[in-house]
């Protein structure tokens, strides 16, 4: 993938610098859901616009969504990106013909969003996936969820895949990338990657699932295991 690193020598010092900073804030602030809003609020408004502060922005769509977007065009379909923090994915959808709406819960990542697509055609909200609008239930062809699942404490997966699952309109499309941890496995996070078998869950919610990808990403601090599957609605 090309991006800051290559432009821009101190990125990667600066990244991991933050990365340092913010495992430490996390380690000290609470891990529930009040504690996890104040926490993103955090990121990206002590960034001040520097991107490698926030660890998980790429500053590129995810080359998996890239690969399914290019043999599952938009049309004339429309598309959610949740939690959509600086907007690639949002604009890739966007680019690949979807009417893309993308939320933030952080104020702070929907204005940047903004400020760096400023001819986007991405509808940017900021909005909460616990108290989205209401329009918005069972509304979206496509609904891209990544790293949200992840994010959250395991004690509110549950409640986070009902919320993303809740925007998919009858015969939609569910995309998630996500971490994952081999069944059975503890894991102290943030963030906590998915068990495999969790994913199982969207099932429930009337998914069948369409593909699963696994794949690694190597990084200098470890191999990350990730899946990126693809769930239909019925
Ligand atoms: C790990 S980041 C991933 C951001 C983006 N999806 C990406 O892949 O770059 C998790 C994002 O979830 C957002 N978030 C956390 N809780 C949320 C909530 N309840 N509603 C909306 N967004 C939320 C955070 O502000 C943050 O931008």
Same mark, same amino acid.
């Given at each position: 993938?090309? &991006? +800051? *690193? #290559?432009?821009?020598?101190?990125?990667?010092?600066?990244?991991?610098?933050?990365?340092?900073?913010?495992?430490?804030? $996390?380690?000290?602030?609470?891990?529930?859901?009040?504690?996890? !809003?104040?926490?993103?609020? @955090?990121?990206?408004?002590?960034?001040?616009?520097?991107?490698? @502060?926030?660890?998980?922005? !790429?500053?590129? +769509?995810? #080359?998996?969504?890239?690969?399914?977007?290019?043999?599952?065009? &938009?049309?004339?379909?429309?598309?959610?990106?949740?939690?959509?923090?600086?907007?690639?994915?949002?604009?890739?959808?966007?680019?690949?013909?979807?009417?893309?709406?993308?939320?933030?819960?952080?104020?702070?990542?929907?204005? *940047?969003?903004?400020?760096?697509?400023?001819?986007?055609?991405?509808?940017?909200?900021? /909005?909460?996936?616990?108290?989205? +609008? $209401?329009?918005?239930? &069972?509304?979206? !062809?496509?609904?891209? $969820?990544?790293?949200?699942?992840?994010?959250?404490?395991?004690?509110?997966?549950?409640?986070?895949?009902? /919320?993303?699952?809740?925007?998919?309109?009858?015969?939609?499309?569910?995309?998630?990338?996500?971490?994952?941890?081999?069944?059975?496995?503890?894991?102290?996070?943030?963030?906590?990657?998915?068990? $495999?078998?969790?994913?199982?869950?969207? #099932?429930?919610?009337?998914?069948?699932?369409?593909? #699963?990808?696994?794949?690694?990403?190597?990084?200098?601090?470890?191999?990350?295991?990730?899946?990126? /599957?693809? *769930?239909?609605?019925?």
């Amino acid at each position: 993938m090309t &991006g +800051p *690193w #290559e432009k821009d020598p101190q990125f990667e010092g600066r990244r991991q610098a933050a990365r340092d900073r913010l495992q430490e804030i $996390e380690a000290k602030t609470g891990k529930d859901s009040d504690a996890r !809003d104040a926490f993103f609020n @955090a990121v990206y408004e002590q960034a001040e616009g520097d991107a490698a @502060a926030v660890p998980w922005a !790429d500053l590129a +769509p995810k #080359e998996q969504l890239i690969q399914w977007l290019d043999a599952n065009g &938009g049309l004339d379909l429309s598309a959610l990106d949740i939690a959509c923090g600086l907007g690639d994915n949002a604009e890739a959808l966007a680019a690949a013909g979807y009417r893309t709406t993308a939320f933030d819960l952080a104020e702070d990542a929907i204005a *940047w969003a903004r400020k760096r697509f400023p001819d986007s055609k991405v509808d940017y909200r900021r /909005a909460n996936l616990f108290h989205p +609008p $209401e329009e918005w239930f &069972g509304a979206f !062809d496509v609904v891209n $969820e990544c790293y949200t699942l992840q994010a959250l404490p395991p004690e509110m997966l549950e409640q986070t895949a009902a /919320a993303i699952a809740g925007f998919v309109a009858p015969d939609g499309r569910l995309l998630v990338y996500t971490r994952t941890r081999p069944d059975g496995t503890f894991i102290d996070g943030p963030p906590w990657p998915l068990e $495999e078998g969790s994913l199982r869950m969207f #099932e429930r919610y009337g998914f069948a699932k369409e593909s #699963e990808t696994p794949f690694t990403i190597d990084r200098s601090d470890g191999v990350i295991p990730h899946s990126f /599957a693809v *769930w239909r609605k019925f």
